[in-house]
């Protein structure tokens, strides 16, 4: 039987029902596993694994099941995996030791604990107190930051991006009324920038399909910043040249790219008749004609 370590717990004399009495959770470097007591916090649960743990005073507790929780952080929900249902424990603990496996990162400075992922997103922040790092999943994403954005800024936006010598024209005739005294800004407009972005015109020679699927554009992109909900980091697209309708597939890896275009070209093939010809892009170019697959 499998041993898990809690170096600090107090033991609930009560029943199995039995439930955490703080809904926090106390980031623990002393726990083998992250635990809590609070059976409706889990997702699904395995009670067929049983084990035991081990506190301080050397006594040991029943461990009464496995599972994942859904908690909130500041990048979206996450799955914690692997949580033990220790209902004789009063706290709910998560595990340094199990974050870190997990590819977690975790940061003690000034009296913060920060969070984050393997991609150096934070999750989270925790506030010691009592010489303690506690969170409440429930309340990480209540809280708002303001944005302060000066007059000229403001209005900037609120018309189309106006670019700021006109709007201080305006103004400057005395042109409308309510507008404030507006001042050029050195800071660059992303927005503005790429709306005033041109793109080459296509050459007259350039093949255009006739029929759908006779030339079908694709490319992969990634790896993203932030995975999506279920934790993919590339996304393959497919553009028809004839009718414009793209298709998007998210991935979890590069390696999946070939077995997702296979499905794909049996799937548009099967649903409007019309054969593959050619395939355009970043993972190569395909002439099909007789062929099944490139």
């Not at 409706?40 to 461990?63: A, E, P, T």
């Not at 793109?199 to 992969?220: E, G, I």
């Amino acid at each position: 039987m499998e041993e898990d370590f809690l170096f600090m717990a107090t033991i609930q004399e009560m029943c199995n029902t039995a439930k955490a009495n703080d809904s926090s959770w106390l980031i623990d470097s002393g726990c083998t596993n992250h635990m809590t007591a609070d059976l409706s916090l889990f997702k699904d649960l395995d009670k067929s694994y049983l084990s035991r743990v081990r506190i301080g005073n050397g006594d040991y507790v029943k461990v009464e099941g496995k599972g994942a929780i859904e908690v909130e952080t500041l990048s979206g929900t996450k799955t914690l995996k692997n949580i033990l249902y220790v209902p004789k424990i009063n706290q709910n603990l998560v595990s340094v030791g199990q974050l870190i496996e997990s590819g977690y990162s975790i940061f003690f400075n000034d009296g913060v604990c920060d969070i984050k992922d393997k991609n150096g997103v934070l999750l989270l922040s925790a506030k010691m107190m009592n010489r303690s790092f506690n969170v409440d999943w429930k309340e990480v994403c209540l809280s708002a930051n303001t944005c302060e954005d000066n007059e000229s800024v403001l209005w900037h936006k609120r018309l189309g991006h106006f670019n700021y010598a006109t709007l201080k024209r305006i103004v400057d005739l005395q042109m409308t009324h309510g507008l404030p005294d507006i001042q050029e800004q050195k800071s660059i407009c992303e927005a503005y920038q790429l709306g005033k972005q041109t793109r080459v015109v296509f050459p007259d020679n350039a093949f255009k399909a006739l029929s759908k699927f006779q030339l079908v554009h694709t490319d992969v992109c990634g790896p993203m910043h932030n995975e999506s909900l279920n934790d993919s980091k590339y996304f393959l697209l497919f553009v028809d040249d004839y009718s414009r309708f793209c298709w998007i597939y998210f991935l979890k890896s590069k390696s999946y790219v070939f077995a997702e275009f296979v499905k794909f070209k049996a799937a548009v093939e099967l649903e409007t008749g019309n054969k593959f010809e050619d395939l355009r892009g970043r993972i190569g170019m395909c002439s099909f004609g007789t062929k099944e697959e490139c």
